[in-house]
């Protein structure tokens, strides 16, 4: 059984439309995030949320939105895409946030956008 | 911002051990230092953790002085499985510093 799933794995778009990633974890963790790596291999954090309630929201835009509708899923939506946006995102979770909390990930979506 | 430096890649042979340091001067008394491991087209993977002196596990080692300001990994008797990204993550207080840079690319030869 896999620890935090997402999906889909692979999407391939086209600028100015609005896709969305889901992601779930089945390890009764109470925080969820959403990572991206982009082509330079840096790997950082989006959003966090702790038991369904935004904890991080670093500098990302606002066409970026997350929502969890419990605390086992958090899913990514973005609108109106962009070249820029082609990247991986991974989806991740802890038990907790901080103090030493391991953090589980997903395989990780690769998003293109032409 | 806090951040973490580590080298950007290492070589090494089958069988050796290896040694990848991540600096950290601006640690802070609650954070733990956590590595993590990535193949390519994977996520980042738990190896091991500490806070402070040295954590063995069955896959590596972490030493950490006592001003804890710089952590190393061990990897003993690395083989070509070992070739990945290890990233060092510091869990700094406050939240905005859970970004893992971008780590050290190992390659492990025959």
Not at chain 1, 22 to 27: A, D, G, M, T, Y
Not at chain 1, 62 to 87: C, M, Q, T, V, Y
Not at chain 2, 40 to 59: A, C, D, H, L, M
């Amino acid at each position: 059984d896999t620890a935090v799933s997402q999906t889909p794995k692979y999407l391939v778009t086209q600028m100015g439309n609005d896709k969305s990633i889901k992601c779930e974890q089945n390890l009764g963790h109470d925080t969820m995030y959403w990572y991206k790596q982009d082509s330079k291999k840096f790997l950082k954090i989006m959003f966090s949320y702790n038991n369904k309630e935004l904890i991080i929201n670093e500098t990302v835009p606002n066409r970026f939105s997350p929502k969890s509708p419990d605390k086992a899923h958090l899913n990514l939506h973005i609108n109106s895409l962009e070249l820029g946006d082609s990247a991986v995102y991974f989806c991740a979770s802890s038990q907790q946030q901080g103090a030493g909390g391991t953090i589980y990930f997903g395989e990780g979506s690769w998003l293109t956008v032409v | 911002l806090a951040k973490t430096t580590q080298p950007i890649s290492m070589d090494s042979y089958e069988g050796q051990e290896v040694n990848i340091t991540c600096s950290h001067n601006n640690i802070a008394t609650n954070d733990y230092i956590t590595w993590y491991q990535q193949f390519p087209s994977q996520g980042p993977r738990f190896i091991i953790q500490g806070y402070k002196t040295k954590v063995t596990n069955e896959v590596a080692s972490l030493f950490i002085p006592a001003d804890r300001k710089s952590s190393t990994l061990s990897l003993p008797r690395v083989s070509l499985s070992d070739t990945a990204v290890y990233y060092c993550l510091v869990d700094f207080s406050g939240y905005s510093t859970l970004t893992f840079g971008k780590g050290t690319m190992l390659l492990v030869s025959p």
